[in-house]
């Protein structure tokens, strides 16, 4: 099938109507009509007319002309007419012709074949002698004479082929016709053709090799031959049957050479074609490559016949230039009284059958894709076009018994696609059976023989689809009868598709379509993981009838798959087609037990099942959290109770973290055991963040589940103390004194307390009236801080001095203040020595003092800092 025909089949299949049946729908896609695309010719003598017809017939593949053999006048003489397709007045017509004898005085009885030569122009036509009685072989017909004609015509002339006399290329004195030697005529011709490779003519005849018997008489012998002759009319070696493979056969007719690969083949024995090994000269056998009538698989049936008519009966086998062969055939008539018609078979250039045309009865109204011509010697000859998937067929018959009627006397009728005419093919929709019973709905799960009968055509391949449930081809010829197996696994309504393409190249593609309701079973769906409350449980599942009265419904349960209890479904179903939620509760279970369990639902197609699950019979661990102990900057215990609720804990953890979404790795808890009792249990962490609220459960497993305390509490861990910083101002450079002269500058840091940090050499002047600076900064992290500075000696020390008693030595207080600084600032504070102090300092010159100060944070947390320094008079300045 050429590419063009491909496309507008498939064009037309997509614009094919939907007919609707039944209640099912039959959609027939008519693809490119392939029938009857013109007729003409008519009895006469006049050009364009034909009389006395002969069975030879051709068709120049290159310019697409037709030229026909006839005898106008009667006697010897014949004629040979061109047709061309240039309809100028919207028909063929006929636009030269010549005539022609022998030149020598043995005149042709009939003529065999037309065969044309595109490519060098040339029109050659084979004529036939008939021997005499007193030759070996009489009676029979032999190869006599080979005419050769321009194809171009010279105004409405054929002109002879220059340098032949009268058109005579090969003469009968090359030929031999009345040769009294065995093997030199070519007797009983069955055809000419040409190869385009090589530009040879090919004639297919048969040669005598008999022998006398005792009377001196010859006894036939005939063997089958092809003779090639080249371009310059000389004969070359010919193929000889030496295997006998015709079997003396003196039916092979009908050469003809594929323009693709010059592979030579014939009609032979009635009832096939072979390919001739024609470069072996018959030291090959032949070999076919379609059998029709054969016993086993063969690619023809009962709808078409290849008739296999004797070599008068004209051309049966035709090829185009694309290498599609043309196959004059029998069609049966299935809806025209059952009758046989002549029509042609198609086949692929790799003779892959593509389907029949024709057959058309003559009593048909439309008087279109009719071969009026019976099946004996005057059947129609064919010939391919050289447009691409026509070809012609021509009827001689020129009897008429009603005149005017189409069909009637001699015509040339064209083939191909766009044509109409031609009887076309239906199929029914299609039917499911099980069984062998006829099924609908169809049964879920059962093999389904799907099939439909073709009217007048059979299956070349199917397309079938089952909706959404995918799709299958069935590649093998089916005759008349489509079929293929299916398994519906889905419930609904499924539109099901077949497209099937045909051998009738009238209806090459049909498609039908029908809708089916799939039944089955109720859909079971078990639900897994049912809640369980102790040793109670309520199963839950969905059950769709799928249009079915459910009858019974019912969980299955039991600590094996065998189950052994059931409980009815709480909740009706009906036969609706949608899921219907069920559900039952069970109680009374023993505790910590695996039970399996499933749905079952029951409807008049069957029993459906749900897959089965399983749940542990409870109670779970029974939890409470208690309130957290022990809790520092970075540590603390977690404290909950657990109740195994008289089985094995498996798991108990503590979750913790900073949100209510925890996150911080679990801990797990004291080790339980599986008591029906309340256990306390605990947990230390650490790493902890100082002053950080933290949320806190507990969780515990056994057999029967996990169970997680659905009160949440929060614990806050100890906030870390602020961060105070003292700086004591520098105004000597003098280095201060050590030993028993001075005390080293020195920071005394209680456990958890911030230190405090004192300038370089940690000495202050005092000027002469007792004051003094210190610098105290308050960390970022803080809004602010606030306190009180208090200034002592730093040892027990008499401060009275002069005439004065004698004291007794203590530590004296020798200045205070109080302070305010923002967070992440510095501030400085004067203070004033007490009299007292003054006194001290000025008999000693250095006064050993420690700072003590005590600040507290915006939220009231207080710490204290301590600072060493030493205390000496300022220098006077002159």
Not at 224 to 249: A, K, M, S, W
Not at 408 to 427: M, Y
Not at 443 to 448: C, N, T
Not at 634 to 650: D, F, R, S
């Amino acid at each position: 099938m050429s590419d063009l025909q491909r496309a507008l089949r498939s064009l037309l299949a997509l614009l094919s109507g939907v007919l609707l049946m039944g209640g099912a729908f039959a959609a027939a896609a008519q693809a490119v009509s392939y029938g009857e695309i013109e007729r003409f010719g008519e009895k006469g003598t006049e050009l364009g007319q034909l009389n006395e017809p002969e069975p030879a017939f051709g068709v120049d593949t290159k310019t697409n002309n037709i030229y026909v053999v006839d005898n106008p006048k009667g006697g010897k003489t014949f004629r040979i007419q061109e047709f061309s397709d240039e309809k100028v007045k919207g028909k063929w017509e006929a636009v030269a012709s010549q005539t022609f004898k022998p030149a020598s005085g043995s005149e042709p009885d009939e003529i065999e074949g037309v065969a044309v030569d595109p490519e060098l122009e040339r029109v050659y036509v084979l004529a036939l002698e008939t021997r005499n009685e007193k030759e070996p072989d009489p009676e029979l017909p032999a190869a006599s004479t080979i005419f050769a004609f321009n194809a171009k015509p010279s105004g409405k002339t054929l002109e002879p082929l220059a340098g032949t006399e009268g058109g005579v290329f090969v003469s009968p004195t090359v030929l031999q016709p009345k040769a009294k030697e065995q093997g030199v005529p070519l007797l009983e011709p069955g055809g000419i053709t040409v190869n385009p490779t090589t530009h040879e003519l090919i004639i297919v005849a048969s040669i005598d090799r008999g022998h006398k018997n005792k009377n001196g008489n010859f006894e036939q012998e005939g063997t089958t031959v092809l003779q090639p002759i080249n371009e310059h009319g000389e004969l070359g070696q010919r193929y000889v049957d030496e295997h006998d493979y015709f079997e003396e056969c003196e039916c092979v007719n009908s050469p003809v050479v594929s323009p693709k690969t010059g592979k030579v083949y014939v009609v032979g024995e009635l009832d096939q074609i072979d390919e001739i090994p024609m470069s072996s000269h018959g030291t090959e056998p032949p070999t076919p490559v379609i059998e029709f009538n054969c016993e086993e698989v063969c690619p023809l049936e009962e709808l078409t016949e290849f008739p296999g008519a004797s070599p008068e009966g004209g051309s049966q086998l035709s090829v185009g230039p694309e290498g599609r062969f043309y196959i004059r055939a029998k069609i049966r008539l299935q809806l025209g009284g059952d009758q046989q018609y002549a029509g042609a078979l198609v086949f692929s250039p790799e003779l892959k059958e593509e389907g029949w045309t024709g057959g058309q009865s003559p009593a048909s109204a439309a008087g279109k894709c009719i071969v009026r011509e019976g099946f004996g010697p005057e059947e129609p000859s064919i010939a391919a076009s050289g447009e691409e998937d026509t070809f012609f067929m021509f009827q001689r018959n020129s009897e008429t018994e009603e005149p005017g009627k189409p069909g009637n006397g001699p015509k040339i009728v064209e083939f191909g696609p766009t044509g109409s005419g031609c009887p076309t093919a239906s199929a029914t929709v299609p039917t499911a059976k099980a069984g062998g019973v006829e099924v609908e709905p169809v049964p879920l799960g059962e093999r389904v023989t799907l099939s439909s009968k073709l009217t007048q055509a059979n299956a070349l391949s199917v397309e079938w689809t089952f909706g959404h449930e995918g799709s299958e081809t069935v590649n093998t010829r089916e005759q008349q009868i489509t079929e293929v197996q299916h398994t519906f696994t889905e419930v609904g309504v499924l539109t099901i598709k077949e497209k099937i393409h045909t051998d009738d190249l009238a209806t090459p593609v049909i498609e039908v379509e029908r809708t089916i309701d799939s039944v089955g079973p109720p859909t079971v769906i078990t639900e897994p993981e049912p809640k369980v409350e102790g040793t109670s449980v309520t199963l839950k599942g969905t059950v769709n009838p799928n249009g079915k009265e459910v009858t019974a419904c019912e969980f299955v349960y039991g600590t094996t798959v065998a189950y052994g209890s059931s409980i009815p479904c709480s909740e009706p179903v009906g036969k609706g087609e949608k899921p219907v939620a069920v559900s039952a509760t069970v109680k009374n279970l023993e505790k910590h037990k695996l039970y399996h369990f499933r749905l079952i639902a029951v409807n008049s197609k069957g029993e459906g099942k749900g897959a089965d699950e399983t749940f542990t019979s409870g109670p779970a661990p029974a939890v409470s959290i208690e309130a957290a102990s022990s809790i520092g900057q970075t540590t603390a215990t977690l404290n909950a109770k657990v109740n195994p609720e008289g089985a094995e804990v498996t798991n108990c953890h503590f979750e913790y973290g900073t949100s209510k979404s925890f996150g911080s790795p679990p801990v797990p808890c004291t080790v339980l055991g599986d008591g029906e009792a309340p256990v306390p249990v605990s947990a230390a962490v650490s790493g902890l963040s100082a002053g950080t609220t933290y949320h806190m459960r507990i969780v515990a497993t056994n057999a029967s589940g996990t169970t997680d305390s659905t009160e949440e509490k929060t614990f806050t861990t100890v906030a870390k103390e602020k961060e105070v910083v003292v700086e004591t101002p520098t105004t000597s450079k003098e280095t201060p004194p050590t030993g028993n002269g001075g005390v080293e500058p020195h920071q005394e840091t209680k456990e958890g307390e911030p230190d405090a940090t004192v300038a370089s050499g940690g000495s202050a002047s005092v000027s002469s009236s007792g004051a003094f600076t210190l610098k105290i900064s308050c960390p970022a992290g803080d809004k602010s801080c606030s306190g009180t500075v208090t200034l002592r000696t730093l040892k027990a020390v008499v401060a009275s001095v002069g005439h004065q008693a004698k004291s007794k030595a203590a530590i004296l207080t020798l200045a205070t203040g109080s302070f305010s600084v923002t967070g992440g600032k510095t501030t400085t504070l004067t203070l004033h020595l007490s009299s007292k102090a003054r006194a001290l300092l000025a008999h000693t010159h250095t006064v050993s003092a420690r700072a003590t100060i005590v600040a507290r944070d915006p939220e009231g947390t207080s710490h204290t800092t301590s600072v060493s320094l030493t205390l000496r008079p300022a220098k006077k300045h002159h």
